[in-house]
């Protein structure tokens, strides 16, 4: 009977350090102005909230206002693994956002979570209904002024930036663990055949 061969699921964390992911989130937050946050194949966060607008943080901490969050963001990951490419969404709120896939070997392992922004091309529609109305909350209505407007191609070329960055260092890591694994199964061959080799040693001394 045939043996069933049962696919690894790896998780990214164990791919890639998570300390590299999160210094490459951080250098390209501060490049690009934007805010990022890398995720699991499970939507939870393994990097820290980096550059995050004030507005979006307290959003966020919002009962209401985080689950609109957590809701925009899910139905953006979808999208972007069904298309395996950068998906730019606009938010609950308004914000554009973009959700960058990390897929390796066929296998999605998380996501860049990158935006916060206003863009100048306003013919992106809301993914999701928005979550709270800011005219009952002087003070985010506010900080949402507050926050940046970019150029659509720039935005999306930082989108392309981390996308490209992020599935690089996630194959690197893949290939790395495939070549260790390797490395392994060459080294018990080894030490099967020193044995076979001691007991015909050990066979042909004792019929001497």
């Known amino acids: 009977m045939a043996k069933s061969s049962v696919k690894h699921i790896f998780h990214l964390s164990d791919v890639v350090d998570v300390k590299v992911l999160q210094e ?3 250098c390209f937050c501060d490049a690009t102005g934007l805010a990022a946050i890398i995720v699991d194949y499970q939507g939870k966060p393994i990097t820290r909230y980096s550059n995050f ?3 979006c943080q307290k959003m966020r901490a919002h009962p ?3 689950a609109g969050c957590e ?3 899910a139905y953006a990951g979808i999208e972007a693994v069904r298309s395996g490419q950068p998906y730019m969404y606009r938010c609950h709120m308004g914000l554009i956002d973009l959700s960058a896939p990390i897929i390796v070997e066929g296998q999605y392992l998380g996501a860049v979570m990158t935006g916060q922004v206003h863009v100048d091309d306003d013919t992106l529609e809301m993914i999701t ?3 709270i109305n800011l005219k009952d909350y ?3 209505e506010h900080l949402y002024q507050e926050v940046p407007s970019i150029p659509r191609h720039t935005f999306e070329a930082a989108g392309r ?3 490209t960055i992020a599935n690089y260092i996630a194959e690197k890591g893949m290939l790395s663990i495939f070549q260790n694994k390797i490395n392994e199964q060459s080294l018990e061959l080894v030490r099967e055949m020193k044995a076979k080799q001691a ?3 050990a066979l042909t001394t004792a019929e001497l």
């Open 199 to 201: 007991l015909e040693s």
């Open 71 to 73: 809701k925009s963001d």
């Open 53 to 55: 607008h004030p507005f």
């Open 24 to 26: 490459i989130i951080d």
């Open 64 to 66: 209401t206002g985080g």
């Open 138 to 140: 002087p003070d985010l």
């Open 129 to 131: 209904k928005p979550a």
């Open 161 to 163: 930036l981390i996308f």
